[in-house]
């Protein structure tokens, strides 16, 4: 059905084809853009971090100390790869594991006060050159800009993921990709 409620019609279905694939193309030109982005400001924190580390540390600025696997959950990858990243983030002194105060048995992954204050200093940059880019934007359109990437980040958590992609060699990141 078609937003009216009316069955679409195959130049409905024409176009929502088209309009799939032009955003496929522009969603592959961003994820190649954040991928790059991930690594510059991995790089502002420590010259050897990787963009997947950075990652985890930005989870930690949003969401404060967890359990490594709340750590990995909510990063869906899995729990040795997060284990030997936080192990490299310790050696470089931007987080520390303390004791859960719930569970005695448990670990808490938190920042350190440098890892904070490295995380916080580029995530103002980060913030002040978004500001800059989208300055001139209409705010109405920056508003269903946010929203729309809401929706499309939600489909992904309610299962309508790009993981089946992958077998097909659509994925972003198959050697038979636009990316």
């Known amino acids: 059905m078609s937003h009216t409620g009316t069955p679409p019609t195959t130049a409905d279905s024409a176009l929502a084809t088209a309009a799939i694939e032009s955003l496929e193309i522009e969603l592959s030109l ?6 790059a ?11 050897d971090l990787e963009p997947s580390a950075y990652g985890l540390l930005s989870v930690l600025v949003h969401q404060g100390g967890m359990r490594l696997t709340e750590l990995a959950r ?3 990858v899995g729990k040795p790869s997060v284990s030997r990243q936080i192990s490299f983030l310790e050696g470089l002194g ?4 303390v004791h859960d105060p719930l569970d005695g048995r448990a670990q808490l992954i938190n920042l350190t006060p440098e890892g904070l204050a490295r995380m916080q200093a580029v ?3 980060r913030q002040a050159a978004f500001h800059r880019m989208l300055s001139h934007w209409d705010t109405g359109d920056l508003a269903t800009l946010a929203a729309l990437i809401g929706k499309l980040n939600a489909a992904g958590l309610d299962g309508g993921t790009l993981d089946d992609a992958a077998t097909d060699g659509d ?3 198959s050697p038979g990709s636009r990316s």
Do not use: D, E, F, Y
Request: proline share 7%; no cysteine.
């Open 94 to 97: 931007l987080v520390q594991k």
């Open 74 to 76: 909510s990063i869906g």
């Open 37 to 47: 982005m991930g690594l510059t400001l991995a790089r502002s924190v420590h010259p």
């Open 30 to 35: 961003l994820w190649r853009r954040g991928r």
């Open 123 to 125: 995530n103002a940059g």
């Open 171 to 173: 994925s972003p990141n």
